[in-house]
């Protein structure tokens, strides 16, 4: 793997491999409200001591995600936000001066209707780490591995508390992080987690020396510390797209914007473990 | 003609598993389920059963004599699953579905539905079997069907409404794999078309195969020959993968699958996915679907609830590429004048869906010899229809 220590998500955990501290994680789904906000939120996070970012591509028909999120791609979506935007967002974020890895988030379609050669030609280009696509298990994925692999980018695997025998072959071969499902369901805030979940990290740590991160439900201080014991990354996703949405009245009033990046701003940093 | 799917779920290009890690698992039990239990006699006894004693097949294959002499051509037979318990051919799939949930030991079912046909169908045998029943079903559709919205309730079945998306059909569906993921445990889904991903496509043309093979034997006693042409409506394509997959190897049996054009394919309100539909991935597997050049999914339009669907069964899209089945839309006025047409020659109120399926025989009968057969796929009654085609032809009055 002659990429792998260029890949600035490679270097990201090695770094905090060193600190001894497991990476924040948030998401945000691109164009919510607008593209212009979503890069002023990528410096915020930054700001607030985020690790890496994900960036969620919008889509008509988001099979993974609850309630929040899908708002959230539904907002994106009115103001015309694909795929290539969301990748160009990140070199624009990049030339704003953010030096967080980029993970793209991206249902399948959008890649698929892209073209894999235009995909990856182009991802190249643009300061993209890792790639996430929910609803491409592995083995539909041979051809994404392959090509990933060949571009020294990511793709990011997911298992979940009922891939048991699966979780091997999801993570044979796999580069970046597994990103772990913390229970059944759809992406969205959780009160509390089935114990068994540690159980089940500790399986995911057995499989891989890979970093593994956690995600889906993950909302508060006390849940990203609970997690960053036993985790190298935490992945918040609903928690931020639905402070986000708590703010947009803020974000799209040009006097208040200030004051609502503020707030997202305080939000993520509380969760910093 | 090779045997698909293959093991991967693959119907050539089309098909496969595009689903979540969290459902992989549930997929691949439900296949495994699905392979040993149907291997089972005591599995097609039982269903077999309830097709037979509940839903009182075998359903007539009906020469439509004023039909076939007032269009002039080819003679026009009707497989009446109008008759079905249910009124419609989903019951055939629902039955199979909870008697195989019932097999696997699961408690509670759900489904999802456009028409509402298969939510009825779905609510029905739950009932019959004792099963917990939740039916997904978009808002826009819940107005349009509210007869069937009451039928489910009246069965026991909760009615949730889904208010994501374009509230039709497909959001249906993405709220059924929702709840399923987070209920994968103790939940079957039962899916109601020949869509979706692997094994749902196989099972469900399996369970609807029966449509064909009952034909099959029907046509023979009556006309000694299988027929010539086969007509069915495809939204997501069950009750036509059903009709025409027992005749795939029969070259002499043409075959048309008819996808609802709404108000014109040059316009935007249409639902014909084969027409002017693109190749990719949707609800869990790769086949044709309205899509535009992101990548994003386009909504669909039909009078005809069942049919509003923006995707369709992956071995169709199979079949349309390599020519064995040849897809064609119709727009809502033919359906209309055709469900009418049927109406006043032969005294059967068709479902819309079905009517479509009517419209295409209407202008290929003419053109056919009478020695000709054609077999229409008559996939449900139109009683839930009734309201919607009040509300289109009013001021027009009826012809």
């Given at each position: ?102 993970i793209l988030f991206t249902y399948y379609n959008p890649v698929l ?82 114990e068994s979940v540690d159980q089940f990290i500790e399986s995911v ?20 510390a609970r997690f960053a014991k036993i985790c190298d990354g935490v ?39 | ?399």
């Open positions: 793997m002659t990429t792998e220590t260029t890949n600035r998500m490679d270097l990201a955990f090695r770094r905090l491999k060193e600190q001894g501290r497991a990476a924040l994680i948030p998401f945000l789904t691109v164009g919510d409200p607008d593209l212009e906000t979503s890069l002023a939120i990528i410096a915020e996070l930054e700001a607030a001591g985020a690790d890496m970012v994900e960036l969620g591509v919008p889509y008509s028909d988001p099979l993974a995600d609850g309630p929040v999120i899908q708002r959230a791609s539904a907002r994106a979506l009115r103001g015309n936000i694909h795929l290539r935007t969301c990748m160009e967002a990140a070199l624009k974020a990049r030339k704003a001066g953010s030096q967080l890895p980029f209707q892209m073209g894999l050669d235009t995909f990856f030609a182009e991802l190249g280009n643009y300061e993209i780490s890792g790639l996430i696509i929910p609803d491409l298990p592995v083995e539909e994925s041979e051809e994404m591995r392959r090509r990933s692999r060949d571009a020294g980018i990511n793709l990011i695997p997911l298992v979940a508390p009922t891939s048991s025998e699966r979780i091997a072959k999801i993570v044979s071969g796999a580069s970046g992080f597994v990103y772990c499902v913390s229970s059944l369901g759809v992406t969205g805030e959780r009160t509390s987690f089935h740590r057995q499989a891989t020396d890979l970093p593994v991160a956690v995600g889906f439900g993950i909302s508060t201080p006390e849940q990203v992945v918040v996703g609903s928690a931020i797209v639905r402070k986000i949405e708590e703010v947009i009245f803020l974000l799209q009033d040009p006097g208040k914007r200030g004051e609502g990046l503020l707030q997202i701003r305080d939000f993520v940093a509380q969760l910093r473990p | 003609m090779i045997q698909v799917p293959d093991r991967h779920g693959r119907f050539g290009a089309f098909g496969g598993r595009f689903v979540p890690e969290t459902l992989m698992n549930a997929l691949i039990e439900l296949e495994e389920a699905y392979n040993k239990f149907s291997a089972e006699p005591e599995f097609q006894e039982q269903i077999n059963y309830l097709l037979k004693q509940y839903s009182g097949r075998e359903t007539p294959l009906y020469y439509a004599e004023r039909l076939s002499a007032q269009l002039g051509g080819a003679k026009i037979y009707l497989k009446r699953e109008d008759l079905n318990h249910t009124g419609a051919h989903k019951i055939n799939n629902a039955i199979g579905q909870a008697i195989l949930a019932k097999m696997m030991g699961k408690k509670k079912v759900i489904a999802e539905t456009g028409a509402g046909q298969h939510g009825v169908a779905t609510a029905t045998v739950a009932a019959l079997l004792g099963m917990e029943c939740k039916v997904f079903m978009g808002e826009e559709d819940t107005r349009r069907q509210q007869l069937n919205v009451f039928r489910m309730k009246l069965l026991g079945a909760e009615v949730i409404s889904v208010t994501s998306g374009s509230r039709t059909l497909k959001d249906a569906g993405n709220e059924a794999l929702r709840y399923w993921v987070s209920n994968v445990d103790d939940t079957f889904y039962v899916l109601g078309s020949a869509v979706g991903p692997h094994p749902y496509p196989m099972m469900v043309r399996n369970f609807q195969r029966i449509i064909g093979d009952e034909t099959r034997k029907q046509i023979l006693e009556a006309e000694g020959r299988l027929p010539d042409l086969l007509v069915a409506a495809v939204g997501g394509g069950s009750n036509a993968i059903g009709m025409f997959y027992p005749f795939l190897e029969d070259e002499s049996v043409g075959m048309i699958g008819v996808e609802a054009a709404g108000k014109g394919v040059d316009t935007p309100y249409h639902a014909a996915t084969m027409s002017k539909g693109s190749q990719g991935v949707f609800q869990g597997s790769m086949s044709y679907l309205l899509q535009d050049e992101h990548g994003q999914v386009i909504e669909a339009h039909s009078i005809s609830a069942g049919l509003d669907y923006p995707g369709v069964g992956p071995e169709h899209s199979y079949l349309k590429d390599i020519e064995r089945v040849k897809y064609v839309p119709i727009t809502d006025r033919e359906a209309l004048d055709a469900l009418k047409l049927l109406c006043v020659t032969e005294g059967i109120i068709p479902a819309l869906e079905s009517a479509h399926a009517v419209a295409q025989v209407e202008k290929i009968a003419p053109t056919l010899s009478k020695d000709d057969i054609i077999v229409i796929c008559l996939s449900g009654r139109g009683d839930k229809d009734v309201e919607s085609i009040m509300a289109y032809t009013e001021g027009e009055g009826l012809k």
